[in-house]
């Protein structure tokens, strides 16, 4: 999904470009993705045939006229048919193909160009520059897959040692430590663990070196966040990305998420598909309008946000978002209609004495389950985890909830290896 000659060499020649484009005037980047959007929009009415209808045929006069265009989910593309969505007679050496991970229990195959691709890579460059990242640094990557080795690393830059993550806590901090890395990257999930397998004596060790924990993959709620800055020492900096899209933002040395607005159009919209005002909490809708290989226009991502207003300590004008809560499905239904989302759990776990870790899951019937990972370096028994738990969670929600509870050792991480913490089968 990375490396090879076309991307590198579309990468290099985009980084001047990239580069400076946080620099630019808000009102210069918002006329630079509406020409985008709208070179994009020619070409999938043109080309593509589930673009074909009248409503796309539309020089748009602004960024908020893409409103108009309908929605479009995971499942209505699988629906389609996912052929009816790609430029037809694109030769296999123009695109590259990238599978969802499924966290949705649907796996979709998309394909990114080879210039789309390119300058996806230069704004990961920028991301890495811009957070103080120094290019000899040495990273080790806690990922589920191994990943193919970049021209930038034959050169000696970014050198990388990927440690699997679906091995042992025990195992996987041993390979850490063996990199003597300056940055740690992976899912908050696998990050806590780790931090939690270390004995005080390591945690010495691997703070002579370390100097950035980059984060990605999985909502980071702030409390999450505090917990890696303060267990590790160093800033935590995150990124929300998605395979259809590739990145959405990454996180600056002051804190925001900024918005790759050079490349992908960013809607928070409510439950019609229309814009909320900036504040305001929403659905993540993504337009990556440099796509032309599979082109996707106003992709739901199904995870709930808040765009900001324009203006970042950084100096950085590219526009700055807020992931809440959760995925917007990644919630349980308490009697009487609330949603819970997987950040209150994501909390609760968090501050309740003996809990390490919780999974919630909700059948058909609405019965919850929560699994609890207890922290035995807290001392406190399961039981006492568990009464706590309750007593905290009845607080919180101030409705009567029956909630079973199960001990077990581990999350179970989906197949794209982030931590799965909520999941709902009930419908009502
Ligand atoms: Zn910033």
Same mark, same amino acid.
């Given at each position: 999904?990375?490396?090879?000659?076309?991307?590198? !060499?579309? $990468? &290099? =020649?985009? /980084? #001047?470009?990239?580069?400076?484009?946080?620099?630019?005037?808000?009102?210069?980047?918002?006329? %630079?993705?509406?020409?985008?959007?709208?070179?994009?929009?020619?070409?999938?009415?043109?080309?593509?045939?589930?673009?074909?209808?009248?409503?796309?045929?539309?020089?748009?006069?602004? !960024?908020? $006229? &893409? =409103?108009? /265009? #309908?929605?479009?989910?995971?499942?209505?593309?699988?629906?389609?048919?996912?052929?009816?969505? %790609?430029?037809?007679?694109?030769?296999?050496?123009?695109?590259?193909?990238?599978?969802?991970?499924?966290?949705?229990?649907?796996?979709?195959?998309?394909?990114?160009?080879?210039?789309?691709?390119?300058?996806?890579?230069?704004?990961?460059?920028?991301?890495?520059?811009?957070?103080?990242?120094?290019?000899?640094?040495?990273?080790?990557?806690?990922?589920?897959?191994?990943?193919?080795?970049?021209?930038?690393?034959?050169?000696?830059?970014?050198?990388?040692?990927?440690?699997?993550?679906?091995?042992?806590?025990?195992?996987?901090?041993?390979?850490?430590?063996?990199?003597?890395?300056?940055?740690?990257?992976?899912?908050?999930?696998?990050?806590?663990?780790?931090?939690?397998?270390?004995?005080?004596?390591?945690?010495?060790?691997?703070?002579?070196?370390?100097?950035?924990?980059?984060?990605?993959?999985?909502?980071?709620?702030?409390?999450?966040?505090?917990?890696?800055?303060?267990?590790?020492?160093?800033?935590?900096?995150?990124?929300?990305?998605?395979?259809?899209?590739?990145?959405?933002?990454?996180?600056?040395?002051?804190?925001?998420?900024?918005?790759?607005?050079?490349?992908?159009?960013?809607?928070?919209?409510?439950?019609?598909?229309?814009?909320?005002?900036?504040?305001?909490?929403?659905?993540?809708?993504?337009?990556?309008?440099?796509?032309?290989?599979?082109?996707?226009?106003?992709?739901?991502?199904?995870?709930?946000?808040?765009?900001?207003?324009?203006?970042?300590?950084?100096?950085?004008?590219?526009?700055?978002?807020?992931?809440?809560?959760?995925?917007?499905?990644?919630?349980?239904?308490?009697?009487?209609?609330?949603?819970?989302?997987?950040?209150?759990?994501?909390?609760?776990?968090?501050?309740?004495?003996?809990?390490?870790?919780?999974?919630?899951?909700?059948?058909?019937?609405?019965?919850?389950?929560?699994?609890?990972?207890?922290?035995?370096?807290?001392?406190?028994?399961?039981?006492?985890?568990?009464?706590?738990?309750?007593?905290?969670?009845?607080?919180?929600?101030?409705?009567?909830?029956?909630?079973?509870?199960?001990?077990?050792?581990?999350?179970?991480?989906?197949?794209?290896?982030?931590?799965?913490?909520?999941?709902?089968?009930?419908?009502?």
């Amino acid at each position: 999904m990375s490396g090879g000659l076309a991307v590198a !060499v579309r $990468e &290099l =020649a985009r /980084l #001047p470009e990239v580069w400076r484009a946080p620099k630019k005037s808000s009102a210069e980047l918002e006329q %630079r993705a509406l020409a985008g959007l709208n070179a994009m929009l020619a070409h999938c009415h043109q080309h593509i045939q589930a673009y074909a209808g009248p409503e796309y045929k539309v020089p748009l006069s602004s !960024v908020g $006229e &893409l =409103a108009a /265009l #309908p929605l479009l989910t995971k499942r209505d593309v699988l629906d389609a048919g996912v052929d009816s969505f %790609r430029t037809p007679g694109l030769p296999s050496s123009q695109y590259r193909v990238d599978v969802t991970s499924g966290t949705t229990g649907t796996k979709l195959e998309v394909w990114h160009d080879a210039d789309a691709y390119g300058y996806h890579g230069a704004t990961v460059l920028r991301r890495f520059l811009l957070s103080g990242y120094r290019p000899w640094w040495r990273i080790a990557h806690i990922k589920p897959f191994p990943r193919p080795v970049r021209w930038f690393q034959r050169l000696g830059l970014f050198p990388r040692t990927v440690v699997g993550a679906g091995q042992s806590d025990e195992e996987i901090k041993n390979q850490v430590l063996a990199v003597r890395p300056q940055l740690i990257m992976g899912y908050p999930v696998v990050l806590r663990g780790l931090l939690r397998s270390l004995t005080p004596a390591e945690s010495v060790r691997l703070k002579r070196t370390l100097r950035m924990v980059m984060t990605d993959s999985e909502l980071l709620t702030d409390e999450v966040a505090e917990l890696l800055a303060d267990g590790f020492g160093v800033p935590v900096l995150d990124e929300y990305s998605a395979y259809e899209v590739l990145t959405v933002s990454s996180q600056c040395r002051a804190g925001a998420m900024h918005v790759d607005d050079d490349r992908v159009w960013l809607e928070i919209v409510d439950a019609d598909g229309q814009a909320v005002p900036d504040g305001t909490e929403g659905s993540v809708v993504v337009t990556h309008y440099r796509e032309r290989a599979m082109p996707l226009i106003r992709y739901a991502l199904g995870d709930r946000a808040v765009l900001l207003p324009p203006g970042c300590a950084c100096g950085s004008n590219l526009r700055r978002m807020k992931l809440v809560d959760g995925r917007t499905n990644d919630f349980v239904v308490l009697p009487g209609g609330r949603r819970v989302y997987s950040g209150v759990f994501l909390s609760l776990a968090m501050f309740t004495p003996g809990v390490a870790e919780c999974m919630v899951r909700q059948d058909e019937a609405g019965a919850i389950t929560v699994h609890l990972v207890p922290d035995v370096a807290a001392g406190v028994g399961f039981e006492e985890a568990v009464a706590e738990f309750r007593r905290r969670f009845g607080e919180l929600v101030d409705t009567p909830v029956e909630l079973t509870f199960v001990q077990t050792d581990r999350v179970a991480l989906t197949p794209g290896g982030k931590g799965r913490f909520v999941e709902s089968a009930y419908g009502g």
